[in-house]
T-cell receptor
Framework: AQKITQTQPGMFVQEKEAVTLDCTYDTSDQSYGLFWYKQPSSGEMIFLIYQGSYDEQNATEGRYSLNFQKARKSANLVISASQLGDSAMYFCAMREGSGYSTLTFGKGTMLLVSP | GAGVSQSPRYKVAKRGQDVALRCDPISGHVSLFWYQQALGQGPEFLTYFQNEAQLDKSGLPSDRFFAERPEGSVSTLKIQRTQQEDSAVYLC??????????????FGPGTRLTVT
């Protein structure tokens, strides 16, 4: 089974509107972390936001917020007030357990922001 | 700059050639990861170093892939006898010591390898 599922291959949004990118995950660990990364056409992965499994509040970082629903195992990224520069691939990733652990990524969602 | 750097940015190799990809992590970052990203996919884990020790190489797809980090800083990913299926972007990431809750990984720009 896929550990990280991103069901939206592509999303379109108009500038200044909000958009939600979906992510569901599968783990039996109690301790885990969820990450969202942005990958523009230049190729570099840019960290956006982190949510720990024990965090009681949804994470927020500027225009990014994470809608964490633990029982449903979902960690959707919400981008408010989209900007043209937000056009990129977005990847959801999970780190299982504590201490060292690699990241497992989803297949990504391509977001296109139009004027 | 202070970020993760990788070289070369682009590499074209003929099938059967050996290639070496270099990663310079952020200074002081103990952990170093290599990922392989095929076209249209998310990155997939290859190997992990803590300082000079290679603690996990479970993601290396074959014994043609070899990675080292001899002094605990710069790392090299070597692919011997390249095959067409090795064509991908190879990403390097570094982070502070494990055990931190957030353990954010900082990625380099990647090396795009094309095997012809």
């Amino acid at each position: 089974a896929q550990k990280i599922t991103q069901t939206q291959p592509g999303m379109f949004v108009q500038e200044k509107e909000a958009v939600t990118l979906d992510c569901t995950y599968d783990t039996s660990d109690q301790s885990y972390g969820l990450f969202w990364y942005k990958q523009p056409s230049s190729g570099e992965m840019i960290f956006l936001i982190y949510q720990g499994s024990y965090d009681e509040q949804n994470a927020t970082e500027g225009r990014y917020s994470l809608n964490f629903q633990k029982a449903r195992k979902s960690a959707n990224l919400v981008i408010s007030a989209s900007q043209l520069g937000d056009s990129a691939m977005y990847f959801c990733a999970m780190r299982e357990g504590s201490g060292y652990s690699t990241l497992t990524f989803g297949k990504g969602t391509m977001l296109l922001v139009s004027p | 700059g202070a970020g993760v750097s990788q070289s070369p940015r682009y590499k074209v190799a003929k099938r059967g050639q050996d290639v070496a990809l270099r990663c310079d992590p952020i200074s002081g970052h103990v952990s170093l990861f290599w990922y392989q990203q095929a076209l249209g996919q998310g990155p997939e884990f290859l190997t992990y170093f803590q300082n000079e020790a290679q603690l996990d190489k479970s993601g290396l797809p074959s014994d043609r892939f070899f990675a080292e980090r001899p002094e605990g800083s710069v790392s090299t990913l070597k692919i011997q006898r390249t095959q067409q299926e090795d064509s991908a972007v190879y990403l390097c990431a570094s982070s502070l010591p494990p055990g931190r809750n957030r353990d954010e990984q900082y990625f380099g720009p990647g090396t795009r390898l094309t095997v012809t």
